[in-house]
């Protein structure tokens, strides 16, 4: 087995729980929409199939997450999870400013800004953990431009 450093480990940590809680809950939105709006305490939607259609995206956000990091154990090489890890702080970023937007216009009631709260979490500690260089070449081979 591999032997990490602890920011490696925290990497794995903060990878396979923010990918696997989007998988979940984007599953969880798919298959039985108005229970998982009831978990967050917001109101059921008129229309679930887009609040399913919302959670398919959600589910492959999580899908990702756990991909760069399956490619990362098996290859030893980071460049895909550093790539999906930038990606996601965009989405994250914008997703929450979306929701937040849309709650202070009345839109979106208040518990959604649990949405913004965590993506925001986790966009800001993917930030951190990619400015540590908590991914940076384990071998000696070459990943891509430096």
């Not at 939105?29 to 978990?39: D, R, V």
């Not at 399956?70 to 965009?90: C, D, K, Y």
């Not at 937007?101 to 979106?108: A, P, T």
Request: hydrophobic share 50%; aromatic share 12%.
């Amino acid at each position: 087995m591999r032997k990490f450093s602890g920011t490696k480990w925290l990497m794995i940590a903060v990878a396979a729980a923010a990918g696997g809680g989007d998988f979940a809950t984007g599953l969880l939105l798919m298959i039985a929409p108005a229970w998982t709006l009831s978990l967050m305490r917001a109101p059921a939607a008129r229309e679930p199939v887009y609040i399913g259609f919302i959670g398919c995206f959600v589910c492959m956000v999580g899908a990702s997450y756990l991909w760069g990091l399956g490619t990362w154990l098996r290859s030893g090489s980071s460049i895909r999870l550093r790539i999906v890890l930038e990606l996601t702080i965009l989405f994250r970023t914008t997703v929450g400013a979306f929701v937040l937007f849309h709650v202070l216009l009345g839109n979106l009631s208040p518990p959604w800004l649990s949405v913004t709260a965590t993506d925001w979490f986790w966009a800001a500690t993917q930030f951190a953990l990619l400015r540590s260089k908590a991914l940076q070449k384990e071998t000696g081979s070459t990943e891509g431009p430096q």
